[in-house]
């Protein structure tokens, strides 16, 4: 079945350690995002990228990384300088070109806990 | 600041009736607006879109209403339903690209 998958489900980080969240797309998307997700609040986007090998801070870039070595995955790395890395994380991707208005699919969500 | 805003936080309506969601931006260069379903711990689903040379698109019970001099947008389900109850997002992408922006969401509670 052709869909967007995100990987753990739950994780759990010590304070001052890198985490990497994963993102698998077999939609054949260009398109992939990031968002993050606090209690209570909309979606805010962190990195996106439209094309392999590139990729645009979103509005909350500041202590996250990310690379887009292969069409299929954007993986997410949360480094110890995001002040405030407990939060819901979502991945999306879409598909660009000539039909444009088209929605983003969206993974189930990895939700990471500082400990 | 936020170019996509959902000002009701929260909505209680009772099944069978019409639930009203509302949506305002302030960006006018958004030319295409997405509603999004989303439960608890799970990701967001597609529910119905309209592009901004529409001012209606409608799916089943689902109504998207697009009003551009205002900056306003609506969802409008009919009859609402004890499994409508989530929390909607809407939002919004430029002419040049597929970015999602996103307001803060409505959780809808619909009392059987």
């Known amino acids: 079945d052709g869909g967007i998958t995100q990987s753990p489900k739950y994780l759990f980080r010590k304070e001052g350690q890198n985490v990497t969240l994963s993102c698998e797309q077999n939609?054949?998307?260009?398109?992939m995002y990031w968002y993050r997700q606090d209690p209570g609040q909309g979606l805010r986007l962190i990195y996106y990228s439209q094309i392999v090998n590139d990729f645009q801070k979103g509005d909350i870039a500041e202590g996250y990384s990310v690379s887009r070595e292969k069409k299929e995955s954007f993986p997410l790395t949360v480094t110890s300088a995001q002040k405030n890395p407990t939060a819901f994380y979502l991945c999306?991707?879409?598909?660009?070109?000539?039909?444009?208005?088209?929605?983003?699919?969206f993974g189930q969500g990895t939700r990471l806990t500082v400990v | 600041d936020q170019q996509v805003k959902q000002n009701s936080p929260s909505l209680s309506v009772q099944e069978g009736r019409i639930s009203i969601l509302n949506c305002d931006y302030t960006n006018s260069m958004f030319d295409y607006f997405l509603w999004y379903k989303k439960y608890p711990a799970e990701g967001p689903t597609f529910l119905i879109s309209i592009s901004s040379i529409k001012d209606k698109n409608e799916d089943g019970r689902f109504t998207v209403f697009l009003n551009k001099s205002a900056k306003h947008l609506s969802l409008h389900i009919v009859p609402s339903q004890p499994g409508d109850s989530a929390v909607y997002f809407c939002?919004?992408?430029?002419?040049?690209?597929?970015?999602?922006?996103f307001g803060g969401g409505t959780r809808l509670m619909v009392k059987p």
């Open positions: 939002a919004a992408s430029l002419y040049a690209g597929n970015m999602l922006t």
């Open positions: 999306a991707s879409s598909p660009l070109g000539e039909d444009r208005n088209t929605e983003a699919f």
């Open positions: 939609l054949n998307h260009d398109a």
